[in-house]
Structure formats: structure tokens, C-alpha cells
């Protein structure tokens, strides 16, 4: 069973920031995309953004472009998605993902992480 472990949620105020990290198997991370999405309560899970596996490529969602940047580190084998100008709305479970892909306006996901919560106070 591939364990992505995620780190890094918590409370914030708005307009603050925050780092979360996930940690990925070395055959994992070397090998598939990676991304977050997130779920807040009573909501689908929603894409947030993704970067290719040799990290040449970005994706967010329009939601969040700007303000969030993910990244990875190839020595670690863990991703990030630093989080600026936080906004209530942007409080949900955050959710790392391995081995994703858009098909048809949807997202196919292989491997997830348990979820780590961001809570934002206005």
C-alpha cells in the first residue's frame, strides 16, 4: 500500500500563509505527476494544482492561481504547495495525490494521502 504522508495544516488567519508537504515513496515520486486537491465539508474534492514529474510543468486551479505555488524536491522526495493570501474559502482537507491525470474535464487519481486540514479565520 503506497503511503503519501502529508504535514503542515493548521489554522490561520486571512491574508496569512502556509506550507504543506508531502512525502512520497521514491518509485512513486520519481515515476508519476503529483498535485493537491482539497474537500471542504459537504463539497466534492476539487483539483487545486499538480506538477509534472520532472516538475517542468504546473497546473492550478483558477481559484487559487496566484496566490499558491507547488513545487517538489527531487532529494526528498516530497512535493509542496505553499499557500499566500490565504482566504476563508480556502479552508478544507487537503488532500496529496500521485499518479493523477485529467481525462475529460475529470480528474483520475492512484494514490492519495489522508488528508491534512487548513482552516482559515477571516
Known amino acids: 500500500q503506497v503511503q503519501l504522508v502529508e504535514s503542515g495544516g493548521g489554522s490561520v488567519q486571512a491574508g496569512g500563509s502556509l506550507r504543506l508537504s508531502c512525502a512520497a515513496p521514491e518509485h512513486i515520486f520519481r515515476n508519476y505527476p503529483m498535485g493537491w486537491f482539497r474537500q471542504a465539508p459537504g463539497q466534492e474534492r476539487q483539483f487545486v494544482a499538480s506538477i509534472s514529474w520532472r516538475g517542468g510543468n504546473t497546473y492550478y486551479s483558477d481559484s487559487v492561481n496566484g496566490r499558491f505555488t507547488i513545487s517538489r524536491d527531487d532529494t526528498k522526495n516530497t512535493v509542496y504547495l505553499q499557500m499566500n493570501n490565504l482566504k476563508s474559502e480556502d479552508t478544507s482537507i487537503y488532500y496529496c495525490?500521485?499518479?493523477?491525470?485529467?481525462?475529460?474535464?475529470?480528474?483520475?487519481?492512484?494514490?492519495w494521502g489522508q488528508g491534512t486540514q487548513v482552516t482559515v479565520s477571516s
Open positions: 495525490a500521485a499518479d493523477l491525470a485529467e481525462l475529460g474535464g475529470a480528474w483520475a487519481v492512484e494514490y
